[in-house]
């Protein structure tokens, strides 16, 4: 086998330029999106993360004897307006069903969904990825968007993998169990190559941004409401049949959706190569070593029994009601980008930069606060990019919102504030401490650019420093520089410096 690598004991793999040489991967992929509504899909249940395990249960979704689920109607609305964004049909009427299964993440042993009757049908993503030739576009059809109910999580507890098998016991929180859940489900995404893991990383983060711009979700994919299962297999170049395909669930991280693509590709190349046939599967995914392991057969629709619930009424959407969501849709993300790169004048990597970030929401928010536009750009792609990156969290879960940003700016503008006086404020805002100004006042942060409260610093630097001081006398006012350091050293850095350099020239007799 040609230009086979090992991976630690494992099957073997093959490199990912050279599968890409002699097979064509066909990819798909199903999105769930936990919505972010206060209650659950059929009880009143809170919603809301991090509560105590199975504190936030009833009757209804603990499948207690004569409890009846209730659809949430927010539910309803959240999914014909994803549909809608995504240039879906709404379907005018649709049921939901049982889909029956024994794990015990349901208490009931089935999960209310959708299944031969979807609410939305036939739409369309368009994406884009970078190449080395430059931007190249890709339509990714999505099949359909059903409604469903989360399922609990399960944890298994003592083994060294955290997977059931070598595990002591598992527990399960049913906290999440109900919670309203969306699934969109692409069409096979074909003629890609070598993009193929770009394709998958583009498409989910589009999806997650047209999501968020909706206001239906929060997409935190680190708390698990945006998970990705990937879909993968491989043709021969020149084939006319699509290969068996795995699953590799829950991947929750868009370089993870990356990764995995291009694992399975080498991985599937791999056994092929070999003559022995990729099995139809389920996979879990290694966050530590980019691989995917194997989990278990991979169920068809029949093994799920659905039939209809006959608790629950059909999904009616007026054809007036639709419309109405339809005009109210927001901008989409695409749009967005294209019209603020010619608002604010950003190149094409400027632009690229702040979506790699994910930073366009909070820039275009803090700018809408009153901050200037390059300053907003600037301020979250450094600083608060390198405060997320040591704190390793998500930008957008820093403890600072774009208004408080926007006081920062304007205070800097102001001259209340040097760039370093206000790094710290930003530092006692994200520890806390409260509002920018209650920051500066608490801390003492004002720079001081009074002559009174200036002059005895300026004369002590000029005391201290007798030769830097008889450098300016004789015209060399470059040297000031030295004694305006010891000025912001002896203010704690709070000094204004350009009133310090003119306060230190008029004392040693040397026009600025």
Known sequence: MANAVTNSGAAELVAYDDAMSRYQPVLGLETHVELGTGSKMFCSCSTAFGAAPNTQVCPVCLALPGSLPVVNATAVESAIRLGLALDCSIAPWGRFA????????????YQISQYDEPICVDGHLDVTVDTPDGPRGFRVEIERVHMEEDTGKTSHVGGATGRIHGAQYSIVDYNRAGIPLLEIVTRPIEHTGDLAPLVARAYVSELRDLVRSLGVSDVRMEEGSLRCDVNVSLMPEGAAEWGTRSETKNVNSLRSVERAVRYEISRQAGRLDAGQRVVQETRHFQENSGST?????????????????????????????????????????????????????????????????????????????????????????????????????ELAALAITPAQVARVIALVAEGVLTNKLARQVVDGVLAGEGEPDAVVEARGLKVVSDDSALGAAVDAAIAGNPDVAEKIRGGKTAAAGALVGAVMKATRGQADAGRARLLILERLGVEG
């Open 293 to 393: 392991v194997s989990g278990r057969s991979k169920e068809e629709a029949q093994d799920y029994r659905y039939f209809p619930d006959p608790d629950l009424v059909p999904v009616a959407p007026s054809a007036e009601w639709v419309e109405e969501l339809r005009a109210a849709l927001p901008e989409r993300p695409s749009a967005v980008r294209r019209r603020i790169q010619a608002e604010w004048g950003l190149s094409d990597d400027e632009l690229r930069d702040l979506v790699n970030a994910d930073a366009i929401g909070l820039v275009t928010a803090t700018v809408a606060a009153g901050a200037p536009s390059d300053d907003a750009r600037k301020w979250w792609l450094n600083e608060l990019s390198r405060r997320a990156t040591e704190t390793e969290v």
């Open 98 to 109: 049982r889909k029956n299964y024994f794990y015990p993440d349901m208490p009931k042993n």
